[in-house]
């Protein structure tokens, strides 16, 4: 038996920096800070640098920074929310813990993201206008943020982008996070940025929006045991991971560039009738998943564990088919993005993937 290729190593990835994270993590312990300190506001100057906007807001995760993200903008209970069902329940549960729920928007059959004619035609067509427009870079591909703002924009409804798996992708020299008007980031380990546990992240342009989630993050302070606005929750990120985030951002592009060029090389090398590839290759797509579709994926996942190859389904129920709905979604069909849920598989595409790997990867693919 070959060794297993792993769909993914957090010991690989995080192993060349062990010695470093150790000693900065010290730093942390010994400061006397742990929460909400200077290590988290040093990693919040230096991430809103980097994604080219005013302000960085850490919190403690990347469903909070959807959910605060949304309560920034105005959601609150009874309001809807336009967004994606085919990425795991993220937005959608954000947009429940607002007491708000989910307009669904059907994607585009070739990558998964927001299909702009879809919302277009949804926005024309529902009587009350939905609060907010949560557009998910999935896979590590920005979506149309060009059409995405302009219907935005025409319907005076603000526009936030997930970007939890789109950490640094750019396009026209903007970076993920910049384009709406408000931005979530997940830094879960396994992320293109990702810290030692969980962390979050909220990303603006707008002071206003930045200053509501800081209040929003802790209780909904003003200052000190005065809770100013409602909606507040406890989300706030810790010293330690800050730390580990600075230290380990100034590699996310080399990371990603990796990344790419795994990808990129699946992209050429696989040649398979059977199976659809992914338009990669672009500063858009920091290939966080390299994501193929094929008609029969059990049969192919398991052409694949025989040649002990690793793969996943990212992501297999759409939200309005998960059990907790029960019949409520029942009568809303989403044609593209439940083909999406059927056919589409994951290969192993991380920055420490080995040459010899990458190879049997392909080999695989090209015999099936
Ligand atoms: C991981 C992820 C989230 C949630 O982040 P957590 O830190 O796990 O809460 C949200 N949206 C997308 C697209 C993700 O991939």
Redesign the pocket.
Known sequence: MPPLVPINSLARHFSPFFSELSAAATGAIESGHYVLGPRVQGFEVEFAEYCGVSDCVGVA????A?ELSLKAVGVGPGDKVALCAN?AM??TSATLACGASPLFIDVDPTDGLMSPEVLRHTLASVQTAPKAILA?H?YGKLCDMEQLLTIAEEASIPLIE?C??AHGASRGGKRAGSFGDIASF?F?PT?NLGALG?G?AVVTNTPKLASLVRQLRQYGWSGKYENSISGGRNSRLDEIQATMLSLLLPHLDSWNAARRSVATRYAREIRNAKIRLPSVGGDDHVAHLFVIQVEDRESFRAFLAEKCIQTEVHYPRPDHRQPCFGTLYADVNLPNTESACERFVTLPCFPELFDDEIQRVIQACNAY
């Open positions: 995760n990347g469903t909070d959807l990425a993220y937005a998910t999935l997930d939890a798996q997940s879960y992320k969980d979050g």
